[in-house]
């Protein structure tokens, strides 16, 4: 009965995973968002870098220590699961017990997918900005970073085919920085706005306007991305 009891144990890093509580529940019916971060499991830790990195116009550090956690996880669920259904002699509540554990299984594929598929979606769009930026590299993984590069290869390879060849020689650079031109290389916009939630006080930061902000624990701000970026580093706010 332990082995059965398994998929639904105490210490299962999904424990727990009611989505309205924890994208947002807790803000709603007036909780404190700040106590998410305490003994948060590895599956709330992954909800809380999925939402930020989906809100975020840049590519945040890369969170490969919880998601191979949640991963493992999936596997050995998995594969309980399995030899659980084979098992003729499990009974009517076992078989619901099953049933549940395989719907959370299920959510926390959709969230790992769709964290990857965020990423992905901007290492391939900021391609020649991360691999000329090398304090990016820092975030990524090999692998990520080995796509971001052969994106900007292919990239560059079309442009010179298709547009640049065609130019005078001085201006076929991708990273020519003409007055009043944009740039050809694409990078993220730091001077997008984000709703942000302070999980703790935190220190004043200051505004493109010049004025402060002083954002307390529990307020909610819509405010630039640069504005908030090292406070969101250090944990001190998440992305909504």
């Given at each position: 009965m332990a082995f059965r009891r398994g998929i639904l144990d105490e210490d299962d890093p999904m424990a727990e995973p009611d989505f309205a509580a924890e994208l947002g529940g807790d803000v709603i019916m007036g909780g404190d968002p700040a106590s998410r971060n305490r003994n948060d499991t590895p599956f709330q830790q992954m909800l809380r870098h999925w939402q930020n990195e989906r809100h975020s116009p840049d590519v945040l550090p890369g969170q490969e220590p919880v998601l191979n956690t949640l991963l493992d996880h999936i596997r050995r669920?998995?594969?309980?699961?399995?030899?659980?259904?084979?098992?003729?002699?499990?009974?009517?509540?076992?078989?619901?017990?099953?049933?549940?554990?395989?719907?959370?299984?299920?959510?926390?594929?959709?969230?790992?997918?769709?964290?990857?598929?965020?990423?992905?979606y901007k290492i391939e769009k900021y391609a020649q900005y991360i691999v000329g930026n090398e304090e990016v590299h820092e975030r990524l993984s090999q692998t990520e970073l080995d796509h971001a590069k052969r994106c900007a290869k292919a990239m560059e390879n079309h442009l010179q085919t298709s547009v640049l060849r065609s130019l005078p020689e001085d201006q076929r650079a991708l990273d020519d920085e003409a007055a009043f031109v944009p740039s050809m290389i694409t990078a993220p916009d730091k001077q997008k706005a984000v709703f942000v939630l302070a999980l703790e006080d935190c220190p004043p930061v200051r505004l493109p306007d010049g004025n402060s902000l002083t954002m307390l624990k529990g307020h909610i701000v819509l405010t630039p991305y640069i504005v908030i970026e090292q406070l969101l580093a250090l944990g001190s706010v998440e992305l909504i």
């Open positions: 669920q998995s594969n309980t699961i399995q030899l659980l259904r084979s098992d003729p002699d499990s009974s009517e509540d076992e078989h619901f017990r099953i049933m549940l554990a395989q719907t959370e299984i299920e959510r926390v594929k959709f969230i790992v997918r769709s964290y990857i598929r965020t990423r992905f």
